[in-house]
């Protein structure tokens, strides 16, 4: 009912959270599971995870916050991520995790598993993306979750559709039945055993009317395929999570595809190994839909109450972990800026509560997502800051980088020394005489991973910040100083973070900068 115009762009291309201390299960006997614990104690959010009340915590019992982006094309006919066919795929993962994005998910679907599939639309010109050339689907799926593990981002899957073609009210179809859905998710859950980058599988994107929640008919009710399908994941790595969205209706009230999660109250997801149920919940703006609450007079007073009632009182009375999916929105009516400010402060700022907040991934990071637009502005490289904006005080630390296993490139650590050092490039990006926007990109130049940095510069006229995201900053006079946020101080040697601003009045050229690093 309301996504079948967000896929409509991307068919032409291509056709969350957190109360208490959960138990690690048996299934840790081998050494690389030993290496997870091990560093885990040091940074949070190494090794699999597992939850506790309304918490996700890592393999040490540390509690910690998905903060994520949605990259999809794997469900899409390009059967590979989309934006390939404009840059290396390794940029664009160094790219999210400089901005403050510590999870990847990754829709895909069942096509994927066919003999016949092949990928397409990758620019190998230039040595981009040079080692996918030759590879299939799930082949170039390893190379992305391998990359995005040293880089210390972690991967959720997302079954996001039974085939390219569009998306199904219900997780299986003529074409596709539920044997087969069950069949490639343990294959994945499978081929990705022991290598805790990939931290759980979203079993089925988006289940809608006619898909019930507790009805008790087996062809309609999602909560008990969850179930079906969560315990086939499990019986062969039973150290995923399980990430289970909504329905569209329940008891006669009806919302978002796969926002609707009142069921859980009365029909909770129930596995066979415990502490691995996270519910999902999908939320949108009117760029998507129009919904009931948006005309409310109370708007947007109202919304925290209707995420409450849909979603919400899963955390907030610690029943389970929450994950909101997918959200989105063009940012450009009122109505919708209003709204994201409201769902970020529902989400809870990670500067007050820490990883005890609801876990998101933002949709998408994709421009050619037709209804929301992406992270991403349409040329594929340039960010939409005041979107991203938006997201940064909910964004969160990353992760140990590796993967879990050892001797992973990817391992953190610098036993010999070395020296820090930064480089900063500053770039207007607009400027309309009574103001301007600027970015400013930080590069660790230096031998050794950064903890910190900060950005100088002087204004040869009488220029003022006006805002700033994923940085805080002083200014005296004429003179800036700009200090990395929490999520983005960590950059590790070649690597880069951003920050961004708006400044008035415009007129201004980039002046020079200074980067001091720690």
Same mark, same amino acid.
């Given at each position: 009912?309301?996504?079948?115009?967000?896929?409509?762009? &991307?068919?032409?291309?291509?056709?969350?959270?957190? /109360?208490?201390?959960?138990?690690?299960?048996?299934?840790?006997?081998?050494?690389?599971?030993?290496?997870?614990?091990?560093?885990?104690?040091?940074?949070?959010?190494?090794?699999?995870?597992?939850?506790?009340?309304?918490?996700?915590?890592?393999?040490?019992?540390?509690?910690?916050?998905?903060?994520?982006?949605?990259?999809?094309?794997?469900?899409?006919?390009?059967?590979?991520?989309?934006?390939?066919?404009?840059?290396?795929?390794?940029?664009?993962?160094?790219?999210?995790?400089?901005?403050?994005?510590?999870?990847?998910?990754?829709?895909?679907?069942?096509?994927?598993?066919?003999?016949?599939? *092949?990928?397409?639309?990758?620019?190998?010109?230039?040595?981009?993306?040079? @080692?996918?050339?030759?590879?299939?689907?799930?082949?170039?799926? $390893?190379?992305? *979750?391998?990359?995005?593990?040293?880089? +210390?981002?972690?991967?959720?899957?997302?079954?996001?559709?039974?085939?390219?073609?569009?998306?199904?009210?219900?997780?299986?179809?003529?074409?596709?039945?539920?044997?087969?859905?069950?069949?490639?998710?343990?294959?994945?859950?499978?081929?990705?055993?022991?290598?805790?980058?990939?931290?759980?599988?979203?079993?089925?994107?988006?289940?809608?009317?006619?898909? &019930?929640?507790? &009805?008790?008919?087996?062809?309609?009710?999602?909560?008990?395929?969850?179930?079906?399908?969560?315990?086939?994941?499990?019986? *062969?790595?039973?150290?995923?999570?399980?990430?289970?969205?909504?329905?569209?209706?329940?008891?006669?009230?009806?919302?978002?595809?796969?926002?609707?999660?009142?069921?859980?109250?009365?029909?909770?997801?129930?596995?066979?190994?415990?502490?691995?149920?996270?519910?999902?919940?999908? $939320?949108?703006?009117?760029?998507?839909?129009?919904?009931?609450?948006?005309?409310?007079?109370?708007? /947007?007073?109202?919304?925290?109450?209707?995420?409450?009632?849909? =979603?919400?009182?899963?955390?907030?009375?610690?029943?389970? /972990?929450?994950?909101?999916?997918?959200?989105?929105?063009?940012?450009?009516?009122?109505?919708?800026?209003?709204?994201?400010?409201?769902?970020?402060?529902?989400?809870?700022?990670?500067?007050?509560?820490?990883?005890?907040?609801?876990?998101?991934?933002?949709?998408?990071?994709?421009?050619?997502?037709?209804?929301?637009?992406?992270?991403?502005?349409? $040329? =594929?490289?340039?960010? @939409?800051?005041?979107?991203?904006?938006?997201?940064?005080?909910?964004?969160?630390?990353?992760?140990?980088?590796?993967?879990?296993?050892?001797? @992973? /490139?990817?391992?953190?650590? $610098?036993?010999?020394?070395?020296?820090?050092? &930064?480089?900063?490039?500053?770039?207007?990006?607009?400027?309309?005489?009574?103001?301007?926007?600027?970015?400013?990109?930080?590069?660790?130049?230096?031998?050794?991973?950064?903890?910190?940095?900060?950005?100088?510069?002087?204004?040869?006229?009488?220029?003022?910040?006006?805002?700033? =995201?994923?940085?805080?900053?002083?200014?005296?006079?004429?003179? *800036?100083?700009?200090?990395?946020?929490?999520?983005?101080?960590?950059?590790?040697?070649?690597?880069?973070?951003?920050?961004?601003?708006?400044?008035?009045?415009? +007129? +201004?050229?980039?002046?020079?900068?200074?980067?001091?690093?720690?």
């Amino acid at each position: 009912m309301f996504r079948s115009l967000r896929r409509a762009l &991307c068919a032409a291309a291509a056709a969350l959270l957190l /109360p208490l201390a959960g138990v690690q299960t048996a299934a840790h006997a081998d050494p690389a599971a030993a290496v997870d614990r091990a560093a885990a104690a040091a940074a949070p959010g190494a090794g699999y995870w597992h939850t506790s009340g309304r918490q996700i915590l890592d393999a040490a019992g540390q509690p910690v916050r998905i903060a994520g982006i949605n990259w999809f094309g794997f469900e899409t006919a390009n059967y590979t991520p989309h934006g390939l066919w404009a840059r290396d795929y390794k940029s664009m993962i160094d790219q999210m995790k400089s901005l403050g994005y510590n999870t990847i998910r990754l829709p895909y679907s069942d096509d994927l598993f066919k003999s016949g599939t *092949v990928p397409n639309s990758i620019d190998f010109s230039g040595g981009k993306n040079a @080692d996918l050339q030759g590879l299939g689907s799930l082949q170039i799926m $390893d190379r992305i *979750v391998a990359y995005a593990g040293q880089g +210390g981002l972690k991967v959720v899957l997302d079954r996001h559709r039974p085939d390219a073609a569009g998306q199904s009210a219900l997780w299986y179809t003529s074409a596709v039945p539920e044997s087969t859905w069950i069949a490639n998710l343990k294959a994945l859950a499978t081929r990705y055993q022991g290598n805790s980058t990939v931290i759980g599988i979203d079993l089925h994107n988006e289940p809608h009317d006619p898909a &019930c929640w507790g &009805c008790g008919d087996t062809t309609r009710d999602w909560r008990l395929a969850a179930q079906r399908a969560g315990n086939a994941i499990l019986s *062969v790595n039973p150290e995923l999570l399980v990430f289970v969205e909504g329905v569209q209706t329940f008891n006669g009230v009806s919302g978002w595809w796969g926002g609707n999660l009142m069921g859980v109250a009365q029909y909770p997801v129930q596995l066979d190994v415990p502490n691995r149920v996270v519910y999902s919940a999908h $939320d949108y703006a009117t760029s998507v839909a129009q919904q009931s609450w948006f005309s409310d007079p109370s708007f /947007p007073a109202n919304m925290p109450g209707i995420w409450d009632k849909y =979603w919400g009182y899963i955390f907030k009375q610690n029943i389970a /972990p929450v994950w909101v999916g997918e959200f989105g929105t063009t940012l450009q009516s009122t109505i919708d800026q209003k709204w994201l400010a409201a769902l970020v402060s529902y989400l809870r700022p990670t500067s007050t509560y820490g990883a005890d907040s609801i876990s998101w991934t933002f949709w998408s990071w994709n421009p050619n997502s037709g209804d929301t637009g992406g992270i991403l502005k349409d $040329d =594929w490289t340039a960010v @939409d800051t005041v979107k991203d904006g938006y997201l940064a005080s909910v964004k969160a630390p990353g992760f140990p980088s590796g993967g879990g296993g050892p001797g @992973d /490139p990817g391992d953190p650590g $610098d036993p010999g020394g070395g020296t820090a050092a &930064c480089t900063a490039a500053y770039t207007v990006g607009s400027d309309w005489g009574g103001g301007f926007n600027a970015d400013v990109k930080v590069t660790n130049s230096g031998t050794t991973a950064l903890k910190s940095w900060k950005v100088t510069w002087t204004w040869p006229g009488a220029q003022k910040v006006t805002s700033m =995201w994923n940085a805080s900053y002083t200014q005296s006079g004429s003179t *800036v100083v700009a200090s990395n946020a929490d999520h983005n101080g960590a950059v590790a040697v070649g690597a880069s973070a951003s920050f961004g601003f708006g400044g008035a009045p415009g +007129g +201004g050229g980039a002046p020079a900068v200074s980067c001091t690093a720690t």
